[in-house]
């Protein structure tokens, strides 16, 4: 298997400030990392492939301005939720292909963004 | 595009029976991979069974299995000896080909389990 973290687990914000999710592979490299956002009772839904070194790729609709990420190192990536409104209230999930079975995405845990 | 259907919102069993989760899917490729993962109260996504769709045998966890019709393009889990900590979202996932080298996973909109005490 493999683990993911992410940190914060839950982060509350007012209107206009940015927030710094930071997703970490714990045990091996990842290359590539996905961000999802899910809304409550919904299913998950990609919001962009984080590449190590390179640009991510977003998804059709996701504002690359206002979710900024960064995959700096083999271990690290980080969304950046700029000047954060109420609408951007969700469940943030990232995840990786584990290593050694790199057929299966393991999850992190989740971040919940709060914006007052 | 590949599309993952999961046409039952809610289920509910009860504790100790057997209950199985439909899941559909459109691809035209002939060889992938399709997951159900577990997404409890906690929210951690939990993966409960692969099927790689070039094996023929149905995949087992324990009490989980999988009906896997590759003709049909249908992949249903059973969950036996149903218990309460089984009482979780289910997402039926499909492994997708991104382009250049690369893969991503579609989800299914999900399926609420409920076990009766």
């Known amino acids: 298997g493999a683990v993911v973290s992410q940190h914060p687990s839950w982060v509350i914000c007012k209107s206009g400030t940015s927030v710094k999710i930071e997703c970490r592979s714990l045990?091996?490299?990842?290359?590539?990392m996905f961000w999802y956002r899910q809304f409550p009772k919904q299913s998950l839904m990609l919001m962009a492939t984080s590449n190590e070194g390179s640009k991510a790729t977003y998804e059709q609709g996701v504002e690359k301005d206002k979710f900024l990420i960064n995959h700096a190192s083999l271990t690290l990536s980080t969304l950046t939720v700029t000047s954060a409104h109420p609408e951007d209230s969700s469940f943030y999930i990232c995840s990786a292909w584990g290593a050694g079975d790199t057929d299966t995405q393991y999850f992190g845990p989740g971040t919940r963004l709060t914006v007052l | 595009a590949q599309t993952v259907t999961q046409s039952q919102p809610e289920m509910s069993v009860q504790e100790a029976e057997t209950v199985t989760l439909s899941c559909t899917y459109d691809t035209s490729e002939s060889d992938y991979y399709l997951f159900w993962y577990k997404q409890p109260p906690s929210r951690q996504m939990i993966l409960v069974i692969r099927q790689e769709a070039y094996k023929q045998q149905n995949a087992t966890e324990n009490r989980f299995s999988v009906n896997f019709q590759k003709a049909a393009k249908s992949f249903s889990l059973k969950i036996s000896d149903s218990q309460l900590g089984d009482a979780a979202m289910y997402f039926c996932?499909?492994?997708?080909?991104?382009?250049?080298?690369?893969?991503?996973?579609?989800f299914g909109k999900g399926t609420k389990l409920s076990v009766i005490p």
């Open positions: 045990d091996f490299q990842a290359t590539t």
């Open positions: 996932a499909y492994r997708a080909y991104s382009g250049a080298g690369s893969y991503q996973l579609t």
